[in-house]
C-alpha cells in the first residue's frame, strides 16, 4: 500500500503525528465554535476514528474529526449555555443514527447503483470543488503573516522534492516545525511587535483533562430533545453526500475502489457509529477529513495503522491537556502554508480523476455537467440557508451533477 514497506513503529509513529497536525485546527474550531468542550471532541475524534477502522475491516485509511456541517444547528441548540449541550446530544446521536440506516439501505441496493449515480464525470469535478472550496481557508490564516506561511509551504516543497529516505514521507510535518521555530524567534526577537504564538493555550491548559467525570465537568450525558433532533438529525442527508465525495477521493488517492471493498455501506455505518458515539460523550458529530487525505496524497503512504496511530495521540491529547495546548498554539500562517499545500493536492487529485477516466470533452453534456458542478459547489462554497439549518454547496454540486449526468442524453 504505497510506500509503506520497511516502516518502523518509530516511523509510523511520526507519521501519525503529522496526521495529528493536518486534522487538529479544524477538529478543535468545531468546539470553539459551538461551545462544546474541545478535549471531549479530540477524544471523540480519536475513537471514531479507531471505531470507523474496525468496522472498515482496517482498509480505508481516513482520519475522523469534528463535522463543519453542523456548525450552525449546533449553534441554535446550544445558543451559549452549556446546559443545552445535552440536548445537542440527542440531535448527534440521531444524525449517526440516520448514517446507519442510509448504510443499510446503501447495502441493500448494492454498490452498482452507487457507482452509477457518482460516474468520474462527476465525482471528478466534486474533488477538485472539495479541495478548492476549502482554498480560502488556507489563504486566510496564510494571510496573518505571509512571510511565515511562504517559508512554511518552501519547507514542505522543498522536502518532498529534494530529500529522499523517511524525510520525503514527513514534509508536512517537518514544514510545521520549521515554521512554529521560525515564530519562536520572530517572537523573541520582538521584530514583529504582536506575538504569533499565543503561550496562554499552553499555560492554561491542564495536565490532565479530568476524563473520569461523566455527567458533570468533562463528558455528559446526553438528553432527549426533540427539538434538538429536527433541528441536528436532518444534517446527516447532507454530509451523506459529502461523505461520498471523500470516500471517492481516498479511494483516487490510494488507487482502490474504497466503495466496492470494504463496501460504501461499511464507510457509512463506520461513520455513523462514530458520530453516535460522540453524541453519547458530548462531542460534535463525526466525519471524514479532507485534510488528511491531502496528507496521503503528498506522502503516498496508506498503511491505515498510520491513522489509527494518529486516533491514539487525538485521545492522548484530549487526556492531557498541555500537550493539546502546544498544538493550539500553531500559529495560523503556519498552518496556512501547510494548507495551501494539501488543499492543492485534492483539487490536483480530482484532475486526476478526470484524465484517468478519460472524458471526452467534445461531448455537451461532459462539459455541461463539469460545468455546472464546478460553478456550483465553488459559487456556492458558503451553502444556502434552509429553515434552521445550511445546505453545504458540496452537497448542491453533488445533487446538480448527478441529476444533469442522468437527464442529458449519452450521445450529446
Known sequence: MGETANLTTSKKVVLGVQHLFAMFGATVLVPSLTGLNVSVALICAGLGTLLFHLVTSHKVPVFLGSSFAYIGALQIVIGGNSKNIPKAQSGIIAAGLIYILVALIVKYVGVDVIRKTFPPVVTGPVIVVIGLTLAPTGISMAQVNWPVALFTLAVIIAVSVFTKGFF??????????????????????????????????????????????????????????????????????????????????????????????????????????????????????????????????????????????????????????????????????????MSIMLFGMIAAVGLRTIAEAQLDFSHSRNLITVGLILVFGLGMSAGIQIGEFTVSGLFIAVVVGVLTNKILPQNV
Open 168 to 337: 520525503k514521507l514527513v514534509p508536512i510535518l517537518i514544514g510545521l516545525v520549521s515554521g512554529y521555530l521560525l515564530c519562536v524567534g520572530l517572537d523573541l526577537s520582538g521584530v514583529l511587535g504582536a506575538k504569533l504564538i499565543d503561550t496562554s493555550l499552553i499555560t492554561g491548559a491542564p495536565w490532565i483533562s479530568p476524563f473520569w467525570d461523566f455527567g458533570g465537568k468533562f463528558f455528559t450525558l446526553p438528553q432527549f430533545d426533540l427539538h434538538a433532533i429536527t433541528l441536528i438529525a436532518p444534517v446527516a442527508l447532507v454530509t451523506f453526500m459529502e461523505h461520498i465525495g471523500d470516500i471517492t477521493t481516498n479511494g483516487s488517492v490510494i488507487g482502490k475502489d474504497l466503495l466496492k471493498d470494504p463496501g460504501l455501506h461499511r464507510t457509512l455505518l463506520g461513520d455513523g457509529l462514530a458520530t453516535s458515539l460522540a453524541g453519547l460523550l458530548g462531542g460534535p458529530a463525526n466525519t471524514t477529513y479532507s485534510e488528511n487525505t491531502g496528507v496521503l496524497a503528498v506522502t503516498k503512504v496508506y498503511d491505515t495503522g498510520v491513522l489509527k496511530i494518529a486516533g491514539c495521540f487525538a485521545i492522548f491529547l484530549g487526556v492531557f491537556g498541555k500537550f493539546g495546548g502546544v498544538l493550539a498554539s500553531i500559529p495560523d500562517p503556519v498552518k496556512g502554508g
